[in-house]
């Protein structure tokens, strides 16, 4: 009986026929297999707490004339959102508000809330955002739009989403962290194709889009912009839950550390139990600058954790 060729003969003499135009090469094939592999392999982040948010402007909008603005309201989280804060800004959200409402929006449903503004003079876009405290991907609760419809990078959006995704690995402003390369200077393309399937360890993002790669490369391009910072909950008013926010705010902060079956400082905050017993250890350490090691963590998150920590922890 002849003997059967090695695995490297067959991939040696596929690559010569390849090469020759003759056969394709088991090496592509294998290059092939190998990014699927990587696809299965990668872990989703979904967050339990997350909205989308678009707007539409009546064509024909002008600067110092009036408007009519829906901002539509998609709920792709597992629960039903009470009393979400809508506001609709002209040039961004860190303006004085042209409108205010509040919505309810059921699980994998959408509504759109109609505004009619004055828009004032000078003004070239509009801005819309929805707030949710314990939102796991707020940059996609902001968009800012031209008068005439089309969407515009936001950088602030995109800043938002970093804070709350991206920071913990890959440092305060992309510099890049023990934990995560530099990706400051990323092009949106880049950003979006490593979102999406993930990359070296790193979990895929299905809640960063097209639109939102783009805001997240315009704020790497400077990340001197400050983030869009909606209100912070007050903890006599709020009192948030593990369900409700606290757990996916600690899965994406802090728990690539602080998780499994050793836990960085022995203070795990990956389930409940563990972070119930170990949550003001974390807080004091966050509350004194010492955690994260990337940076401080937006005000929000942290007047939520103290919120949870001040409401029973449940």
């Known amino acids: 009986m002849p003997p059967v060729p090695s695995r490297a003969a067959l991939v040696a003499l596929s690559a010569s026929l390849a090469a020759a135009g003759l056969a394709p090469s088991l090496r592509a094939d294998d290059d092939r297999d190998d990014d699927r592999d990587e696809d ?102 902001y968009v800012r739009v031209s008068l005439s419809g089309s969407r515009l ?82 903890p006599g008013d709020i009192a948030p839950t593990w369900d409700g926010g606290v757990r996916d705010l600690f899965a994406a902060h802090c728990a690539s550390c602080h998780g499994g079956a050793r836990p960085s400082a022995r203070v795990g905050l990956d389930t409940k139990s563990r972070a119930r017993k170990d949550a003001q250890s974390a807080l004091s350490a966050i509350e004194a600058g010492s955690m994260p090691p990337a940076g401080p963590l937006p005000a929000e998150t942290v007047a939520v954790f103290e919120a949870w920590v001040a409401g029973g922890r449940k």
């Not at 309201?73 to 009470?82: F, K, S």
């Not at 009619?116 to 801005?127: D, Y």
């Not at 800043?159 to 890959?170: V, Y």
């Open 153 to 234: 990078a936001y950088p602030a959006a995109g800043g938002a989403t970093w804070a709350a995704q991206c920071a913990s690995c890959h440092g305060a402003q992309g510099e890049g962290s023990s934990k995560g390369p530099r990706v400051r200077g990323e092009d949106a393309d880049e950003i979006a194709e490593v979102v999406r399937k993930g990359e070296d360890g790193m979990p895929r993002f299905v809640g960063i889009d097209a639109a939102g790669a783009r805001d997240l490369a315009a704020w790497l391009a400077d990340p001197s912009v400050p983030p869009v910072t909606p209100p912070g909950p007050d």
């Open 40 to 141: 299965r392999a990668a872990r989703t982040v979904r967050p339990s707490r997350d909205l989308r948010v678009d707007i539409a402007v009546s064509p024909g909008a002008t600067a110092g004339g009036t408007a009519t603005v829906d901002v539509i309201v998609r709920n792709v989280g597992r629960r039903t959102e009470r009393d979400v804060q809508v506001v609709v800004c002209a040039g961004d959200l860190s303006s004085e508000p042209l409108f205010t409402s509040a919505t309810s929006v059921p699980p994998k449903q959408t509504r759109t809330v109609r505004a009619k503004v004055a828009v004032p003079a000078g003004a070239t876009a509009l801005a819309a955002g929805a707030w949710l405290p314990g939102d796991g991907m707020p940059g996609s609760n």
